[in-house]
């Protein structure tokens, strides 16, 4: 048999064939298309389609982009430049400081506002990322007030003093704090309005004293007043949407109505009319004789916006946390205020980051409807000043393109950290 | 064990107001609701106080009162000689109508991007999450006023005209323009109720046949065709009907006279302009919450699906849907809010909602400043509470039944 | 969470600037500034240029006003109002004075309780119509898709005007000016009305105007003027006589050029003396300096050259004086006497 097969085979292979390369259509950058692009009829159709779809966008986008005039001084120059095609980016560069900082404000005072800007990366980079070292939370408490400084201007006693009332306030709270929250919480604010209030007298009497040119805030303007909204909103709803959560969740019947009445009220109705009460209605609410600006009351509306929002997005929150956790606090021998504090809110709070950025995301746009009750922020500058002018009238893909491009790096920005956070939280399996 | 006594009964101490847990609650609550009562007491003096000051007074007798100016795009009958209310239910009709729409649109943009982003084709998944982040991270104003410069860049009527008409319109009925779209309107000639009756029949004889069809397989095992019979039902007897009464259903064809198209229906730009853009804008929301439902299935329930020999399509169907529905619904409720919600925006591109007609134009006329606004809020707070209400009904309904 | 703070200081801040009380003066002479109410834009009356300074023929009431008052026609706190948020921003003393191009009317005048001190500007709805449309007349217009701005009286009055002319249009509101522009440039609508100098104004800014035609007819009467809350009736006075200082002014040829030489040397004209505070007490009376009438035309001039200088025929806008010219020009332009 083995002679005979030895005859018969001439040969017998003694090492592998190596693995010869997977056809034309199995490999490289083929595998990845036919997988991810052509992997049937009806996905080879949506390709298709999808690439006719990107190259009708890109046919008209880019040329439009790259043909466009950086240099010109008005509409019809403009126009005589890119003939036909292309944009007149010029408008951005002829109004680029009253697009980022409204018409009004001083322009030597510009850096400012950008200093304020730069500072509050800095001042929100402890809260946003767990791992830089706790200390820069203290710049994170100073901010407020150095950037309050900076933009409004005037004697850098104002801040202080306001500084100063939240530094006694402080004390005299944790003073107190072992013998009753609430008293603790009482004595805090009357320290904090006396201390504001003889401190008025010395930021009155010397108001000069560092001393920065005074902008009023109806000069605040452009896509500053965005910001400013967006920030000092979000920031003030916070503690007030805590405390409203906090309310609905109450035992007492009350309190939690109170609550309940406010969210629902807030939440049920659009930004616009609350707006327009601001723009429209507030001053007749006030007593005979006051006059607040614009921005105040508009900054009092959409606080109380984001604060119902953020309420209920805390009250979520709260709701997730397991019942034993309420019971250990419980069984501690904690009261409610102490529970809250150690126990609940910390761990209410970060679960209910990610909800809360949203809100801020949210409501950082919605700064925009105040160009309709006539404030020159972003969009106001856009709709007003820049379209009615001789200069600019009838361009409008550049100016909406920018405005939507600025909102977006920042709003996408947000959103991609709210995401990486929401990995870095996740730590259950699935 | 017996020494355990009942605590002394204390007296009722003033005190115990403060430090007793048993009646401090009552303090707190007490006082809440004396700065409460404090607060609107103050409020309310000021504005009687402010107004008396400016010789206004609270009144809603301008409701009654001629409008004196028209509107475009109206629901029911409205000339300017008709009252603020007549205006104001026109502008609610009309926020309703473009929710509606809204709605509608915005869910069904939203699931097909959801799921395409899901779909294993990198470039259409590409594309859906470019849609998805460009419009949730920009202003639905910024939106919407871009929208609208894109509608308005559309032909206008003008381009139809004469011999040298740079454009046709659709099919030869249908005219698109940058001041609306218009469509061919159906006439009803006489017996045209036969034939819709007959429409109407059919449809139920549709949805008899699939039931029946349904209980039979469920039954019996035996599989009837549901496709083809339906097709042929929707069809058939009402065509048949159609032509047997002599056709009595035409349709009016907008057609160019004078400045405008006239005949058909008319579909405002300012209506598309904010339909378009809301719809559009939520969609990315939904989107993201139809992808977020859908990965919140656990991929073991596909995996079952698929060993119990379940195609793809009957595995979204019969086991995915079903579960991701739940966890889709509730942020679908408050989407839909949102474009309740957003529609007063139409402001910025001048349609007639209800933020226009009475908390713009008639509050400009009539200078009711409180008054307009105050009705406003209390029309969106209704809808809005509607809209939660029976969303929350439907929700439960199809929750977990934990048994 | 310490930002509580900014409401804080702004809250003193905002107490402290506001007291709007009875005394508009005293108000405006405690804060060092005049708050203004204009629009948001509206080329030739009132809108920023490229270096966000407030230019146009409204803008120019403000500045004399401030001028009379303070002295100095740059302490002037401008806050663009809409349409819709204009009355109240007046009623609530956030501004101390209107200059809206915003039209007289009965209503306003006895039902929203303001006070016109005058009229500064007449007016008139008008058409723009594409000239290729060939419309010649206003009643040609049946069917026609209009334009037009919210807020004003211009839709009342377009309703009235096709009420009873029988013929139907079809109305789109828009917001603001540079948006009603887009619409009809892109022939979204064919007509666009709105003031005639508003008009005249917007079409200025296009990019070939002469394609563009006023109809003939105006459909109404537009009395355009300052405007302040009733009650404070000393106030009314200062901005009234502010307006009829520029007009007299132009009647007796005083210039922003000669009248600093006038005050100073005299004239034989006893009503500039007067007007000027060289001779009497009109400045006393009015609770003024004497020389504020000076300051006024000084800062911008005497009816005629803030006419020529925002919306005069000179400029793009170009409109002629028609009935804005003086009274012995055949205008209604009639300043009671300083006497």
């Keep these: ?430 | 064990m017996t020494t355990m006594t009942d605590p002394p009964r204390q007296s009722f101490r003033l005190s115990m107001l403060l430090n007793d847990t048993r009646y401090r609650s009552y303090t707190f609550q007490f006082i809440a609701l004396v700065v409460l009562a404090g607060i609107v007491a103050v409020l309310a003096n000021n504005l009687v106080v402010n107004l008396a000051a400016a010789g206004l007074n609270i009144s809603y007798e301008f409701l009654a009162n001629p409008a004196g100016y028209d509107i475009n795009q109206t629901l029911i009958p409205y000339t300017s000689q008709s009252s603020n209310l007549q205006a104001a239910w026109v502008g609610i009709l009309n926020t309703l109508l473009v929710a509606f729409l809204g709605c509608l649109f915005a869910t069904i943009l939203g699931v097909i991007a959801g799921v395409l982003r899901l779909s294993k084709n990198w470039l259409v998944a590409k594309l859906m999450s470019l849609y998805v982040e460009a419009f949730r991270n920009v202003p639905v104003l910024i939106w919407i006023l871009i929208i609208n410069t894109i509608v308005v860049t559309m032909p206008s009527p003008r381009a139809y005209r004469g011999d040298a008409a740079t454009h046709e319109m659709l099919f030869g009925v249908i005219a698109y323009t940058n001041r609306g779209v218009y469509i061919p309107a159906p006439t009803f000639g006489p017996g045209s109720m036969i034939v819709v009756a007959t429409f109407i029949a059919s449809i139920i004889g549709i949805f008899a046949y699939r039931r029946y069809a349904k209980n039979l397989l469920f039954n019996t095992g035996k599989l009837l065709p549901t496709l083809w019979p339906s097709i042929a039902l929707f069809f058939v007897p009402t065509l048949l009907m159609y032509f047997i009464m002599g056709m009595p259903i035409g349709a009016d064809i907008p057609a160019l006279t004078g400045f405008n198209f006239q005949g058909g229906i008319q579909i405002q730009r300012p209506l598309i302009a904010l339909w378009l853009a809301l719809s559009i804008y939520t969609g990315a929301f939904i989107a993201e919450n139809v992808r977020a439902g859908i990965l919140a299935i656990n991929k073991g329930q596909t995996e079952a699906a698929a060993s119990l020999g379940l195609r793809p399509g009957r595995i979204m169907n019969l086991v995915v849907l079903p579960q991701a529905l739940r966890v889709i619904i509730p942020p679908l409720i408050s989407n839909y809010l949102n474009i309740t919600k957003n529609s007063s925006l139409a402001i910025a591109v001048g349609y007639a909602d209800i933020t226009a007609t009475l908390g713009g134009i008639t509050l400009n006329q009539t200078g009711r400043a409180i008054e307009c606004v105050l009705l406003l809020m209390l029309f969106y707070l209704i809808i809005s509470l509607l809209i939660s209400f029976f969303m929350n009904i439907y929700n439960r309904s199809v929750s977990l039944k934990e048994r | 969470m310490k930002k509580t703070v900014f409401l804080g200081a702004l809250t003193i801040a905002g107490l402290a600037a506001g007291a709007a009380a009875a005394a508009t003066l005293d108000d405006v002479k405690a804060r060092g500034k005049l708050n203004c109410g204009v629009t948001t834009g509206l080329v030739g009356f009132a809108a920023p240029n490229a270096n966000g300074e407030w230019e146009g023929f409204d803008v120019a009431v403000c500045r004399a006003v401030a001028a009379a008052t303070l002295g100095d026609p740059t302490a002037v706190e401008f806050v663009p109002t809409t349409g819709k948020t204009r009355f109240t921003a007046l009623a609530s003393g956030e501004i101390d004075m209107l200059a809206r191009n915003t039209t007289w009317t009965f209503s306003r005048d006895n039902d929203l309780k303001f006070e016109f001190v005058g009229v500064n500007y007449y007016d008139g709805q008008g058409f723009m119509v594409p000239k290729e449309l060939g419309v010649s007349s206003a009643k040609e217009l049946d069917g026609a898709t209009v334009c037009i701005q919210t807020g004003t009286t211009t839709e009342l009055n377009l309703a009235d005007f096709f009420r009873s002319n029988n013929i139907s249009y079809e109305p789109v509101p828009i917001e603001t000016n540079a948006e009603a522009q887009q619409q009809y440039l892109a022939g979204a609508c064919d007509v666009y009305t709105t003031d005639a100098s508003g008009l005249a104004a917007t079409r200025a800014t296009f990019e070939d105007p002469s394609a563009h035609a006023l109809l003939p007819e105006i459909i109404s009467k537009e009395p355009l003027g300052p405007l302040v809350r009733h009650g404070d009736n000393e106030w009314g006075d200062i901005v009234r006589w502010t307006l009829n200082a520029m007009i007299t002014a132009e009647e007796l040829g005083v210039t922003s050029a000669n009248v600093a030489d006038m005050a100073a040397n005299g004239t034989d004209n006893p009503e500039i003396n007067r007007l000027l505070g060289t001779e009497g007490t009109l400045g006393e009376m009015i609770g003024l300096e004497a020389d504020w009438a000076k300051n006024a035309i000084m800062a911008v001039g005497n009816y005629g050259e803030v006419f020529e200088g925002n919306i005069g025929e000179s400029t793009p806008i170009g409109l002629a004086r028609g009935l804005n010219a003086q009274w012995t020009e055949g205008g209604l332009m009639y300043s009671p006497p300083f006497r």
């Excluded at chain 1, 120059?77 to 980016?89: A, D, H, K, L, T």
């Excluded at chain 1, 202080?160 to 603790?184: D, E, H, N, P, R």
């Design chain 1, 1 to 430: 048999m083995s002679d005979t097969h030895s005859e018969s085979i001439a040969f017998v292979r003694d090492t592998e064939i190596p693995p010869a390369p997977p056809p034309m259509a199995e490999a490289g950058a083929v595998k990845w298309l036919r997988e991810n692009l052509f992997a049937g009829v009806f996905n080879s159709i949506l390709t298709v389609l999808a690439f006719i779809a990107l190259f009708y966008l890109m046919s008209g986008f880019l040329p439009w982009l790259f043909g466009g005039a950086w240099n010109t001084a008005n509409i019809r120059e403009c126009r005589e430049v890119i003939q036909g095609s292309g944009g007149c980016f010029s408008v951005l560069t002829d109004r680029w400081n009253q697009l980022l900082f409204g018409i009004a404000y001083p322009s030597e005072a510009y850096w400012r506002p950008t200093l304020a800007f730069v500072m509050l990366f800095v001042a929100i980079a402890p809260v946003l990322f767990n791992n830089l070292p706790r200390q820069m939370l203290i710049f994170t408490g100073l901010y407020p007030f150095i950037a309050f400084w900076l933009i409004w201007g005037g004697t850098i006693l104002i801040p202080l003093v306001a500084l100063a009332g939240f530094v006694v306030g402080y004390f005299i709270f944790s003073a107190l704090t072992k013998q009753s929250f609430a008293m603790a919480l009482g004595g805090a604010v009357v320290g904090a309005l006396v201390t504001w209030w003889l401190g008025g007298f010395v930021s009155q009497a010397m108001a000069d004293v560092l001393a920065l040119e005074q902008v009023p805030s109806r000069n605040m303007g452009g896509f500053m007043l965005n910001m400013i909204l967006g920030v000092v909103c979000v920031s003030l709803s916070l503690p007030i949407g805590i405390v409203l959560a906090l309310g609905r969740q109450s035992s007492m019947p009350i309190i939690k109505w109170i609550c309940v009445v406010f969210i629902e009220f807030v939440r049920g109705v659009p930004l616009i009319t609350l707006l327009f009460v601001a723009n429209v209605v507030l001053a007749y609410f006030l007593p005979p004789g006051t006059n607040f600006d614009l921005i105040l009351r508009v900054i009092i509306m959409i606080t109380l916006f984001a604060s119902a929002y953020i309420a209920e997005v805390i009250r979520g929150g709260l709701a997730a946390l397991p019942r034993g956790q309420y019971e250990a606090a419980d069984s501690l021998g904690l009261d409610y205020a102490q529970a809250m504090q150690l126990i609940i809110l910390p761990q209410a709070l970060k679960i209910s980051i990610p909800g809360i950025v949203n809100v801020a995301v949210g409501l950082f746009k919605d700064t925009t409807l105040v160009s309709i009750i006539s404030m020159f922020d972003l969009v106001g500058m856009i709709r007003g000043p820049i379209l009615s002018s001789t200069d600019w009238n009838g361009v409008y893909w550049e100016l909406w393109g920018f405005a939507a491009l600025l909102f977006f790096v920042v709003c996408y920005a947000i959103s991609q950290y709210s995401q990486w956070l929401e990995r870095k939280l996740q730590t259950g399996h699935r």
